[in-house]
Each structure stands twice: as C-alpha cells, then as structure tokens.
C-alpha cells in the first residue's frame, strides 16, 4: 500500500500487493488505518488505484477463506466490514482509478468510492462471488446502489463479469480512460468539482443516499459475520474453493 498527496491535498492510494492485490487480512488492516489517517488529515479526497499493470485487484484472498482457521477468518471479516464502512461513508470524496480487471472484492472496492473511471476496453469488473458458491450479505447493497435494481439482482445471481463499454453503459462505472496517468487525470477531475462546495453539505448529502445500507451493516455486523463464517464453514464451499485454487495452479 502506497500513498502519495499532491499540491490540491488529494491523496493516491496505490494498491501493491503482488500479484494481483488479493485482499488478505493484513492488506486490509493497513487500508483501514490509511482511511482513518485520510479521515485525520481532513483530506480534500482520495484516489485508489493499483500498481499492477492488468489488475485494480483480485478480490479476497482465497487462502483466507480455503480451511480457515476460527480467530483469524473472524477478524479478517470483521476488518472487511470495518473497512467497507469507512470507504463506503468517508467524509471525504473518494475516486476508483480502475487500471486492471477488478472482480468480486476488487469490484467492491470501486463500487465503494463515489466515482469510478475505469481504463478500456480490455478490461472486467463484477462481483462474481456466486461463481464460487460465495454469497457477501451485506455488501451487495453497493451494486444495488449503483446500477437498476433488476441489473443488479441479474448480475449478481449470475456472478456476472462487465466489460469496460457494458459497465459504463449500465452505470457501474461512470468514466471511461485510455490508460491509467488519464485515468487519474479524470479523478482528478472529478474531484475538483467539490473545491467550492462546503465539506459537511456534501457528505451529509451523501449519507442520505447511503445510510441505509451503512445502518444495515452496523446493526447486523455480528450476525453478518456469523452468516459468512457458518457458511464458509461448509464442505460443499470448502470444495468449491480447493477446485478453484487448484484450477489456479494449472495456469501456472
């Protein structure tokens, strides 16, 4: 994780953990202390994107998940959900610089900034969970608060993958760029629309729209753990994830 400010007090986070910026339980602790340094410093918005040349990120990282051990897979879900509600409900404006393939977590992750511009046009995004039996409770309400209700739901019982024209055209990305230097120039661009608007107006109006699924996470965030661990717990997903990984390594 890398983070850099320039003259305007935007900050760039750069994902880098090779290969594919999977999401283990120590990237995401260093994300959520990043946001709450963000969060501190009263920072005019962020910008995330990977150092990677093909991947945004992975998603979460299947050897969390493949034969977990209890204390570990609990605090690794319990600091996903920290993190999704500080990215999700930042007080500052946040970008997803898109540069890479961006399924399952990947995807949340840009979902879960305000604005996503996303290079083209080799490039996928999607939360593609049910492809391995996997279902995130709470966190589809990103997608169902991004894109139709009836898209959403289809995408997401599918486990559907998005080109970069199919996603700009149903609205799960909002910019499209040639590379990623035009991709941060977009950001930033974006961002400048809030250099005259007063922080707290902003962000109160942005919690409008987002409370209620911030509030479904807060109130059900021990039994959203409980569902995810019982149900990660399972043979026929524990199989599931084993075909994976090994499929994973016949690419090698």
Same mark, same amino acid.
């Given at each position: 994780?890398?983070?850099?400010?320039?003259?305007?007090?935007?900050?760039?986070?750069?994902?880098?953990?090779?290969?594919?910026?999977?999401?283990?339980?120590?990237?995401?602790?260093?994300?959520?202390?990043?946001?709450?340094?963000?969060?501190?410093?009263?920072?005019?918005?962020?910008?995330?994107?990977?150092?990677?040349?093909?991947?945004?990120?992975?998603?979460?990282?299947?050897?969390?998940?493949?034969?977990?051990?209890?204390?570990?897979?609990?605090?690794?879900?319990?600091?996903?959900?920290?993190?999704?509600?500080?990215?999700?409900?930042?007080?500052?404006?946040?970008?997803?610089?898109?540069?890479?393939?961006?399924?399952?977590?990947?995807?949340?992750?840009?979902?879960?900034?305000?604005?996503?511009?996303?290079?083209?046009?080799?490039?996928?995004?999607?939360?593609?969970?049910?492809?391995?039996?996997?279902?995130?409770?709470?966190?589809?309400?990103?997608?169902?608060?991004?894109?139709?209700?009836?898209?959403?739901?289809?995408?997401?019982?599918?486990?559907?993958?998005?080109?970069?024209?199919?996603?700009?055209?149903?609205?799960?990305?909002?910019?499209?760029?040639?590379?990623?230097?035009?991709?941060?120039?977009?950001?930033? $661009?974006? /961002?400048?629309? &809030?250099?005259?608007?007063?922080?707290?107006? *902003?962000? @109160?109006?942005? +919690?409008?729209?987002?409370? #209620?699924?911030?509030?479904?996470?807060?109130?059900?965030?021990? $039994?959203? /753990?409980?569902? &995810?661990?019982?149900?990660?717990?399972?043979? *026929?997903? @524990?199989?599931? +994830?084993?075909?994976?990984? #090994?499929?994973?390594?016949?690419?090698?």
């Amino acid at each position: 994780m890398k983070k850099s400010e320039n003259c305007t007090g935007v900050s760039t986070v750069t994902l880098q953990r090779p290969p594919v910026n999977s999401l283990n339980l120590e990237l995401l602790q260093e994300f959520t202390a990043t946001l709450d340094e963000l969060g501190k410093s009263k920072s005019c918005g962020m910008i995330l994107t990977s150092a990677s040349p093909t991947v945004f990120s992975a998603g979460l990282d299947i050897l969390e998940m493949y034969r977990p051990k209890s204390d570990r897979i609990r605090l690794f879900w319990s600091k996903l959900q920290e993190m999704w509600l500080k990215l999700y409900g930042s007080a500052y404006p946040t970008v997803a610089a898109i540069n890479g393939h961006s399924p399952a977590g990947g995807c949340l992750l840009a979902l879960s900034c305000d604005y996503r511009v996303m290079v083209g046009p080799k490039y996928t995004i999607g939360l593609n969970e049910t492809q391995l039996g996997i279902i995130a409770p709470r966190f589809q309400d990103t997608m169902l608060n991004t894109i139709p209700r009836r898209q959403a739901e289809f995408a997401l019982t599918t486990g559907r993958m998005f080109s970069t024209e199919e996603a700009l055209n149903v609205g799960l990305i909002d910019e499209v760029a040639t590379d990623k230097a035009d991709a941060i120039t977009k950001a930033e $661009s974006f /961002l400048n629309k &809030f250099a005259k608007i007063p922080a707290s107006a *902003r962000h @109160q109006t942005k +919690l409008q729209f987002r409370k #209620e699924a911030l509030d479904n996470l807060k109130n059900n965030i021990d $039994s959203d /753990l409980q569902i &995810f661990v019982g149900f990660l717990e399972t043979p *026929r997903i @524990q199989k599931s +994830l084993e075909l994976y990984l #090994e499929s994973l390594k016949k690419k090698i």
